[in-house]
Nanobody, 123 residues
Framework: QANLVESGGGLVQPGGSLRLSCAAS????????IGWFRQAPGKEREAVSC????????NYVDSVKGRFTGSRDNAKNTVYLNVTGLKPEDTAVYYC????????????????WGKGTVVTVFS
């Protein structure tokens, strides 16, 4: 059974950093683009970034460009999102999702989803 599990969220002060992890089981991430989405309280889920099968990062939100960087460790079947310079508006539940062969910012294109990890930025 395919499964994605996010981890690495937490409470941080503005300007802080976190490394979010997305670990897969039941299938190999090798051929999948891994999208990162977030949903803030009272808002719709939005696409933030995607890590392509070859390890490039696509950022969909202007405010995260230069601050969010993806990477992948295929040996560990895990993809990471390094988030730096955190701002209160980054507070949200962060989800990873897998799409076969490509990256997409559209929720309906994703094949598998994790259950999310909470990031809270407070001062």
């Amino acid at each position: 059974q395919a499964n994605l599990v996010e981890s690495g969220g937490g409470l941080v002060q503005p300007g802080g950093s976190l490394r979010l992890s997305c670990a897969a089981s039941g299938f190999s991430l090798f051929y999948y683009g891994i999208g990162w989405f977030r949903q803030a309280p009272g808002k719709e889920r939005e696409a933030v970034s995607c890590v392509t099968p070859v390890g490039e990062t696509i950022n969909y939100v202007d405010s995260v460009k230069g601050r969010f960087t993806g990477s992948r460790d295929n040996a560990k079947n895990t993809v990471y999102l390094n988030v730096t310079g955190l701002k209160p508006e980054d507070t949200a539940v962060y989800y990873c999702a897998a799409m076969y062969r490509y990256c997409s910012g559209r929720i309906r294109d994703m094949n598998y989803w994790g259950k999310g990890t909470v990031v809270t930025v407070f001062s």
